[in-house]
Nanobody, 121 residues
Framework: QVQLVESGGGLVQPGGSLRLSCAASGSIFRLNSMGWFRQAPGKQRELVATIHSGGPIITADSVKGRFTISRDNAKNTVYLQMNSLKPEDTAVYYC???????????????WGQGTQVTVSS
């Protein structure tokens, strides 16, 4: 089994910063991509940023220049540094990982439980 444990959400004023963390644990043979999605009330879940093994990064246009994704491979942890936060960034943020749990098993997608980020004055 694989678990993703998120931390770092909360309430912040517009223009403020937050840092999200997500640690993967359990049966991990190869950890491919790790990243963040978000879902605001009444909207579909959308990609925020993802980072692949070897480094390629994909970031949504709406957060470019404000959010930075990084990864610590030794700790199987991904981070999302969020600066210049706006009210429209308010959402539940979900950690995602694509993991191969054993050498003969296919890759699978895993999700964290979600962490609330609220940007409000």
């Amino acid at each position: 089994q694989v678990q993703l444990v998120e931390s770092g959400g909360g309430l912040v004023q517009p223009g403020g910063s937050l840092r999200l963390s997500c640690a993967a644990s359990g049966s991990i043979f190869r950890l491919n991509s790790m990243g963040w999605f978000r879902q605001a009330p009444g909207k579909q879940r959308e990609l925020v940023a993802t980072i692949h093994s070897g480094g390629p990064i994909i970031t949504a246009d709406s957060v470019k220049g404000r959010f930075t994704i990084s990864r610590d491979n030794a700790k199987n942890t991904v981070y999302l540094q969020m600066n210049s936060l706006k009210p429209e960034d308010t959402a539940v943020y979900y950690c995602h990982a694509n993991i191969q749990s054993a050498v003969l098993r296919p890759r699978s997608d895993y999700w964290g439980q979600g962490t609330q980020v609220t940007v409000s004055s």
